[in-house]
């Protein structure tokens, strides 16, 4: 069965700190995508990334980054120099690959909520 | 460019009413249409989802349904409203078949907060 774990229910740091949160997932799939997305305190969910398993090369936008590990199911988010816009939840999210129903359906992991403190 | 509204933005109701949430997109074709709701504090549940015109798939069997009566319009509704059904409800959409892997992102829409009260 697929899965996606964010073990960090809550995270709380000062600004202009570097954070790292965790996302690990369970699939059989080969191929298969992986999503961020920022919830801010308006309920949005904010599309960040999508990355796809064959495509193990970190990624940097700005003050974010992400490090895809398929050695260990893992799909991490980390905000350098974090300011407090930065506080929301992101989620995590796989997406299913094989579809018979016209559509592909996601799995969503439990979010992390990010406190940046001023 | 896409857009996504939904509305009303916020909606407090008694137990026992009626409810009709709408969501509609803007500058895409036969888009793929999805609810989700968010209780407090956790995550997103799939509700349903539409690959087209009338045509809807429930994920989890509940007190609410969805009809989908043109290709950018999806509502979702419920005949008596229980408290359960408080929380955040979220509707998004993605196109089949868009090249690059962008068939495989949703984006989502501004949110509905439903009190059940």
């Known amino acids: ?118 | 460019s896409q857009t996504i509204h939904q509305w009303p933005a916020t909606l407090v109701q008694p137990v026992g009413s009626p409810l009709s949430l709408e969501c509609t997109v803007e500058g895409t074709s036969n888009p793929n249409l999805y609810w989700y709701r968010q209780a407090a504090g956790r995550g997103l549940q799939l509700l349903f989802y539409s690959v087209g015109i009338g045509q809807i798939s429930s994920e989890v069997p509940q007190n609410l349904s969805a009809s989908r009566p043109q290709d950018r319009q999806f509502i979702l509704s419920s005949k008596k409203l229980l408290l359960s059904d408080s929380g955040f409800y979220l509707c998004a959409w993605s196109v089949w078949g868009a090249p690059g892997g962008r068939q495989y992102e949703q984006y989502f829409g501004p949110g509905t907060r439903l009190t059940v009260t």
């Open chain 1, 1 to 118: 069965a697929q899965k996606v774990t964010q073990a960090q229910t809550e995270i709380s740091v000062v600004e202009k700190e570097d954070v790292t949160l965790d996302c690990v997932y369970e699939t059989r799939d080969t191929t298969y995508y992986l999503f961020w997305y920022k919830q801010p305190p308006s309920g949005e969910l904010v599309f960040l990334i999508r990355r796809n398993s064959f495509d193990e090369q970190n990624e940097i936008s700005g003050r974010y980054s992400w490090n895809f590990q398929k050695s260990t199911s893992s799909f991490n988010f980390t905000i350098t120099a974090s300011q407090v816009v930065d506080s929301a939840v992101y989620f995590c999210a796989l997406s299913e690959t094989y579809s018979t129903s016209g559509t592909y359906k996601y799995i969503f992991g439990t979010g992390t909520r990010l406190k940046v403190l001023a």
